[in-house]
């Protein structure tokens, strides 16, 4: 069964950086259709970032320009590069990874979370003013 595991989260400032790592356990399922989700306390589940099968990124609107997804296929990770960070988005971030069956982002995938088959558990992400 394939697994996926987040890393990197942790508490910064406001205006500090992080990076989020997502460890899958099958190339296979890294290659396709993978994304970032986050859950704030209170809040509806927000895709963060969308990354398809050929590495073309798609962000939230309030992320662009700051964040930057990644992957790299030889360590079978996804990378989530967040900077200038603010407290309004200290949620829990998980990543997210589509079907190798069906590998393709469907259209809308960031809003979509159902277009995503496996999860990981998630990272917490604390921003303060």
């Known amino acids: 069964q394939v697994q996926l595991m987040e890393s990197g989260g942790g508490s910064v400032q406001s205006g500090e950086s992080l990076r989020l790592s997502c460890a899958v356990s099958?190339?296979?399922?890294?290659?396709?259709?993978v994304a970032w989700f986050r859950r704030s306390q209170g809040k509806e589940r927000e895709g963060v970032a969308i990354?398809?099968?050929?590495?073309?990124?798609t962000y939230v609107a309030s992320g662009k320009g700051r964040f930057t997804n990644s992957r790299d296929n030889a360590k079978n990770s996804l990378y989530l590069q967040m900077n200038n960070l603010k407290p309004e988005e200290t949620a829990m971030y998980f990543c997210?990874?589509?079907?190798?069956?069906?590998?393709?982002?469907?259209?809308?995938?960031?809003?979509?979370?159902?277009?995503?088959?496996?999860w990981g558990k998630g990272t917490q992400v604390t921003v303060s003013t």
């Open positions: 997210a990874a589509r079907s190798h069956y069906n590998p393709s982002c469907p259209p809308g995938a960031i809003s979509y979370a159902g277009a995503f088959s496996y």
């Open positions: 099958a190339s296979t399922y890294g290659t396709g259709c």
């Open positions: 990354l398809d099968v050929e590495g073309t990124p």
